[in-house]
C-alpha cells in the first residue's frame, strides 16, 4: 500500500523504506498523491537494497 508526507514530494511503497519510516503521523496519508517514487523504496523494488 502506497503512502506519502503532504511535505514530501515522493510517496513509499516499503515499510522497510527508512525515509517512509520518518513521516510524522500528523504528516502521513496514504495512497501516492500524484508524487513520484522515492529513491529508497525504488532501489528496495530494484533488489539493490533488502525487502
Known amino acids: 500500500m502506497a503512502?506519502?508526507?503532504i511535505m514530501s514530494?515522493?510517496?513509499?511503497v516499503y515499510k522497510k523504506c527508512t525515509v517512509g519510516n520518518n513521516i510524522?503521523?500528523?504528516?502521513?496519508?496514504s495512497g501516492t498523491g500524484g508524487k513520484r517514487l522515492c529513491k529508497t523504496c525504488q532501489?528496495?523494488?530494484d533488489g539493490k537494497r533488502s525487502r
Open 3 to 5: 503512502y506519502h508526507s
Open 24 to 29: 510524522e503521523k500528523d504528516n502521513l496519508r
Open 43 to 45: 532501489e528496495i523494488r
Open 9 to 12: 514530494d515522493v510517496h513509499h
